[in-house]
């Protein structure tokens, strides 16, 4: 086992969790249990409907890269020793990477892929503690770069790469605040080779931290994107959908005019999430598939 990595079976998380014979802080088991429980701030939970993936077949639990020296928390799923996997980075909601998104990655991993997800938020905090999403997005969220961003899930390719992972098949999938972290990763990455985004905003307010958006970025698309988005999102209009198509449609970018869209009627934001009750089974099972269809159709 390499040196930078940190595997806890789910139990030993659970009794982290509780400070149970660990000697740990409260805080410190929080960070321990990677992966365990789900987001308080996303209440409230409709728990009973969510997918439970199980471990069977399959290395899982929290690894350690090292991006720069800092020492970044990562969820790691993938098939019991096996080798020259490809790569999928799933990319985590405002709730940061919680029972839901572990269990998106054992999904994968039962696949036959090495999927990670990082915690994207570590440096600015833990997103765990927050009791809502105004107070988590504010205080926590809205400070994370998108330049961060980037270079953190660079070094999740090349930590995979190190450790089973085959850097050639390499894709991207993310949902909410990490659909639009996709669409950048596509015009950032040219070693990725296809992107699903799971309703991520495309346009906003440029900011020092936040400079570009999708809409601004289609002329840089090194990989084509898979866009699966709900007509009825309250929080995401079917206009900048369309605004997005145009400039698609309109590059002279051969990849941008490689990527699609797919919306579902009568279906708002957080269709995938099956822990909330915004789940809606019809079209987070047909995104899915599309999604496995998408990454297959384009090597990964």
Same mark, same amino acid.
């Given at each position: =086992? ?43 939970? =409709? ?66 892929? =090495? ?34 961003? =980037? ?150």
């Amino acid at each position: =086992m390499p040196t930078n990595e940190l595997i806890m079976d789910t139990q030993s998380l659970l009794n982290a969790q509780a400070g149970e014979s660990h000697g740990l802080t409260r805080r410190t088991a929080v960070k321990a249990a990677l992966g365990v429980g789900y987001a308080a701030a996303a209440a409230p939970l =409709m728990a009973q409907t969510a997918i439970k993936t199980s471990n069977e077949g399959l290395i899982a639990g929290e690894v350690i890269i090292d991006v720069g020296g800092f020492k970044m928390n990562a969820y790691r799923a993938a098939p019991s020793g096996k080798t020259n996997l490809p790569i999928i980075l799933v990319v985590q909601e405002i709730f940061g990477v919680h029972e839901y998104i572990a269990d998106t990655c054992r999904r994968f991993a039962k696949l036959g892929y =090495m999927a990670i997800a990082a915690e994207l938020y570590q440096r600015q905090g833990d997103a765990s503690t927050y009791n809502n999403i105004a107070d988590l997005i504010r205080e926590l969220v809205d400070k994370v770069s998108d330049a961060q961003v =980037m270079g953190d899930l660079d070094a999740c390719v090349a930590w995979a790469g190190n450790n089973g992972g085959d850097t050639k098949r390499l894709a991207i999938t993310g949902f909410c605040w990490g659909g639009r972290i996709t669409w950048l990763y596509a015009a950032h990455s040219k070693a990725v080779k296809a992107g699903v985004a799971w309703y991520g905003r495309l346009v906003g307010e440029p900011s020092s931290l936040f400079p570009k958006n999708p809409v601004d970025l289609v002329g840089s698309f090194h990989a084509p994107v898979l866009g699966l988005y709900g007509r009825a999102d309250a929080g995401i209009p079917m206009s900048s959908l369309a605004l997005m198509q145009n400039k698609l449609e309109g590059s002279k970018n051969k990849i941008a005019k490689a990527c699609n869209f797919v919306t579902y009627e009568d279906t708002g934001h957080a269709f995938h999430a099956d822990y909330r009750a915004s789940y809606r089974k019809g079209p987070a099972e047909d995104g899915w598939a599309k999604a496995i269809e998408w990454f297959k159709q384009h090597g990964v």
